[in-house]
T-cell receptor, first 114, second 112 residues
Framework: DTAVSQTPKYLVTQMGNDKSIKCEQN?????MYWYKQDSKKFLKIMFS???????INETVPNRFSPKSPDKAHLNLHINSLELGDSAVYFC?????????????FGPGTRLLVL | AQSVTQPDIHITVSEGASLELRCNYS??????LFWYVQSPGQGLQLLLK??????LVQGIKGFEAEFKRSQSSFNLRKPSVHWSDAAEYFC??????????FGKGTRLHILP
């Protein structure tokens, strides 16, 4: 009955590979987000989707492509992985998507690119 | 544009001592302010939030925060910390658009 879940929890891969991270929320929220947390713990938003529509797209390389098959799921696909992509990626959701709402975070996916 | 500053990267306090974590924000209008906690290896959990009304906000786990508009601050406090409070604490500000901007975090260490 986890509210926001992510798979996998850990991901170790070689440079140049393509990988996906999946996120699901069972809170009935309209908006979902992807954040990247670097080694210095800095948390930066990458994308947000509201009802399957892209709302926020920060300055992120186009190797990163989010996909939202329905409003309960937001997946992140990364092409041609680079060493600098190593980080913890957090999925989050909120009820409607305004900057005034509580966001509920998943446990994170720890990506290590070798 | 809104921004959040947490001036202390690390804070160390003894178990049972009081705690104050500092947060300053920059935003032209009335901000929406949040404190989140991240335990080791975990995601972020909301501690408390301020939208309007009483400037002293109570949160979970015995935490409180006070909004001071004149100082553009939203400091987090706890009268007596427990070893389980050791974690990373993030202050965040939300605006009228869709984003919440997070500070860089303060790592809290607890001495036995």
């Amino acid at each position: 009955d986890t509210a926001v879940s992510q798979t996998p929890k850990y991901l170790v891969t070689q440079m140049g590979n393509d990988k996906s991270i999946k996120c699901e929320q069972n809170l009935g929220h309209d908006t979902m987000y992807w954040y990247k947390q670097d080694s210095k713990k800095f948390l930066k938003i990458m994308f947000s989707y509201n009802n399957k529509e892209l709302i926020i797209n920060e300055t992120v390389p186009n190797r990163f492509s989010p996909k939202s098959p329905d409003k309960a799921h937001l997946n992140l696909h990364i092409n041609s992985l680079e060493l600098g992509d190593s980080a913890v990626y957090f999925c989050a959701s909120s009820e409607r998507g305004s900057g005034q709402e509580t966001q509920y975070f998943g446990p994170g996916t720890r990506l290590l690119v070798l | 544009a809104q921004s959040v500053t947490q001036p202390d990267i690390h804070i160390t306090v003894s178990e049972g001592a009081s705690l104050e974590l500092r947060c300053n924000y920059s935003y032209g209008a009335t901000p929406y302010l949040f404190w989140y906690v991240q335990s080791p290896g975990q995601g972020l959990q909301l501690l408390l939030k301020y939208f309007s009304g009483d400037t002293l906000v109570q949160g979970i786990k015995g935490f409180e925060a006070e909004f001071k508009r004149s100082q553009s601050s939203f400091n987090l406090r706890k009268p007596s910390v427990h070893w389980s409070d050791a974690a990373e604490y993030f202050c965040a500000v939300g605006a009228g658009d869709d984003k919440i901007i997070f500070g860089k975090g303060t790592r809290l260490h607890i001495l036995p």
